[in-house]
């Protein structure tokens, strides 16, 4: 059974500062790993999606880059923002079926 | 750009009660997925659809919980007779394709259900 796990659960960092996110799953039979970003009490917004061929993805300050054999994922954030404060979730879909298994996600506070 | 919308954004309930959560998939998009978030816990995949089946559902998906495509463009989740464990948020999802690969999953801004 697919387990995604995210490591820190919390983090608060100045204004400017560089970052990362931890993602790691269980089962390496996945079809693609995807970040997405949830504000307080709203949706969920997809940042990068990796699909299982692919090492990294970039979107503007942001790289996600995807190491299937060992389970791992990591979101860079550069120059971090106040407005980049939100909760990260990491989501894989496995190969066994239509669904996505979700990390319990990363709440990240950047201070002006 | 193109989202899913979901209505209603907020719903209490009383127990025992049936409830019905509607979603617009985005309209080209074959997929169709729900999932929910009790506060504070992970996002839990509920059920996913596909040519007006089931393609996929949890063990959170029993017999209490159906879906259906009444036309073409809605997506609903019917809880039959909801209890309190069932308060949570519900997000609708859609993708074009399933995620055999690069095929990004959408979802909507959710439906807060509190069975009271």
């Known amino acids: 059974k697919q387990e995604v796990t995210q490591i820190p659960a919390a983090l608060s960092v100045p204004e400017g500062e560089n970052l990362v996110l931890n993602c790691s799953f269980t089962?390496?039979?996945?079809?693609?790993l995807q970040w997405f970003r949830q504000d307080p009490g709203k949706g969920l917004t997809s940042l990068l999606l990796i699909q299982s061929s692919q090492r990294e993805q970039t979107s503007g300050r942001l790289n996600a880059s995807l190491d299937k054999s060992s389970g791992r994922s990591t979101l860079y954030i550069a120059a971090s923002q106040p407005g980049d404060s939100a909760t990260y979730l990491c989501a894989v879909e496995g190969t066994g079926g239509f669904k996505t298994i979700f990390g319990a996600g990363t709440r990240l506070f950047v201070k002006a | 750009e193109p989202e899913v919308t979901q209505t209603p954004s907020h719903q209490v309930t009383q127990m025992g009660q049936e409830v019905i959560l509607r979603c617009v998939p985005i309209s080209n998009h074959l997929y169709f997925y729900w999932y929910r978030q009790i506060l504070g816990q992970k996002v839990e995949f509920l059920v996913s659809?596909?040519?007006?089946?089931?393609?996929?559902k949890s063990e959170i998906f029993d017999d209490q919980f159906s879906v259906e495509r009444p036309d073409g463009s809605n997506f609903t989740l019917k809880i039959r007779s909801t209890k309190l464990e069932d308060s949570a948020m519900y997000f609708c999802a859609s993708s074009e394709l399933a995620n055999l690969g690069g095929n990004t999953i959408y979802f909507g801004e959710g439906s807060w259900l509190t069975v009271v």
């Open positions: 659809f596909y040519n007006n089946e089931i393609s996929e």
């Open positions: 089962d390496s039979a996945i079809y693609n």
